[in-house]
């Protein structure tokens, strides 16, 4: 899998067509989310209405290279965003959660007990 260290992250909020491909995502990057598909050191995030596929576009310097998952079985977890805007930034975590099926808008984070 493709390492996620280093990377920005911007999630396309609105559903894609998974038959597209890069140049079809690169369009959407630079005309709706208005961002450069050739920044270097960000991956863009496309999910299908069911949610149970994404995309992630990815410019490596001598080309775009795009991943894509498909879950046997389930959906993946989106994030809490706003309707008004068209792309969300996540971070890496976000992104991992996401892609290990964990539901990020209820995600809390427990304080430990001292073990004494």
């Known amino acids: 899998m493709l390492s996620l260290a280093g990377y920005n992250f911007y999630l396309y909020t609105h559903n894609t067509d998974m ?3 890069i140049n079809s995502l690169s369009g959407i990057v630079r005309n709706i989310m208005n961002q ?3 920044n270097r050191g960000v991956i863009y995030l496309f999910f299908n209405g069911r949610r149970t596929q994404v995309k992630m576009l990815v410019f490596e310097g001598d080309g775009h290279a795009l991943y894509h998952k498909r879950l046997a079985q389930g959906t ?3 994030p809490v ?4 805007t068209r792309s969300v930034t996540l971070d890496k975590k976000d992104v991992m959660l996401i892609l290990e099926g964990v539901e990020i808008r ?3 984070r427990y ?3 001292n073990q004494t």
Request: charged fraction near 35%; aromatic fraction near 16%; charge should be positive.
């Open 76 to 78: 993946f977890g989106t």
């Open 36 to 38: 450069d598909p050739l």
């Open 111 to 113: 304080g430990r007990k």
């Open 106 to 108: 209820y995600r809390k």
């Open 19 to 21: 038959r597209m491909g």
């Open 81 to 84: 965003y706003d309707q008004t």
